[in-house]
């Protein structure tokens, strides 16, 4: 079974520009993920989708950052302008959702963000 | 405020010993509770998977114990490996939203020969 496809792996941008990041869940997976990992700290979940629809978004700061998974299987996550604070990890995960409440999230290999 | 504490944030140890990571959490109403292990420059890998009725839980040369009258959590390694060193990450889902990842900041275990 492939895993979660993330891309680019590493970008390098400087203040105020925009970036996009993809992501490419487990075939057949409804629900997808994104999280911010800051160094030295656990994922904080951005968003979290259930096929095309948002289920989750409260922690996303929506003036500047926007997600979209338009036929319920890739996303892309992309922010516009980019800040110094910016600079972290962003994982993707998916999971299958099914009757068992506990289903595993398995995440993507991230995407490391440097702002400069 | 729902929260996870890991103990110790850092921890180093020689190849072939045993360790204990440490989590305590505040999650109410709470529906389960998983480890995960992080390598560096990777996304987490979940190693075990817990609800409030199971008290232990084993995949290979890991062990995770739960007691959620006192809302802790361990994970025992045994017989260490070098391919053991990476962050170790206690997560808890809440009941009302089991989609939910409530993630602790983690301990960075070093196994060294």
């Known amino acids: 079974e492939a895993g979660v496809a993330q891309s680019p792996r590493y970008k390098i941008i400087e203040k105020r520009q925009s970036v996009a990041f993809w992501c490419n869940p487990i075939?057949?997976?409804?629900?997808l993920y994104w999280y911010q990992q800051i160094l030295g700290q656990g994922p904080k979940l951005l968003i979290q989708?259930?096929?095309?629809?948002?289920?989750?978004d409260s922690q996303l700061p929506k003036d500047r950052f926007s997600a979209e998974r338009l036929k319920g299987v890739d996303s892309t996550l992309k922010i516009q302008p980019a800040k110094l604070e910016d600079s972290a990890v962003y994982l993707c995960?998916?999971?299958?959702?099914?009757?068992?409440?506990?289903?595993?999230?398995?995440f993507g290999p991230g995407t490391r963000l440097l702002v400069l | 405020k729902n929260q996870v504490e890991q103990s110790p944030q850092s921890l180093i140890i020689l190849e072939g010993k045993n360790c204990t990571l440490q989590?305590?959490?505040?999650?109410?109403?709470?529906?389960?509770l998983r480890w995960y292990k992080q390598d560096t420059g990777r996304g987490p890998v979940s190693l075990t998977i817990?609800?409030?009725?199971?008290n232990t839980k084993s995949n290979g040369r890991y062990t995770a114990t739960l007691d959620a009258d006192t809302k802790q959590s361990s994970l025992h390694i045994t017989a260490s490996q070098l391919s053991d060193s990476a962050s170790y990450i206690c997560?808890?889902?809440?009941?009302?939203?089991?989609?939910?990842?409530?993630f602790g900041t983690g301990t960075r275990l070093q196994v060294f020969p």
């Open positions: 995960a998916s999971s299958s959702r099914g009757a068992v409440p506990q289903e595993t999230q398995y």
């Open positions: 075939s057949g997976h409804a629900t």
């Open positions: 989708f259930q096929n095309n629809g948002v289920v989750d």
């Open positions: 989590c305590n959490y505040t999650v109410s109403p709470f529906s389960n």
């Open positions: 817990m609800t409030f009725s199971e």
């Open positions: 997560v808890v889902s809440p009941s009302y939203n089991t989609d939910k990842l409530i």
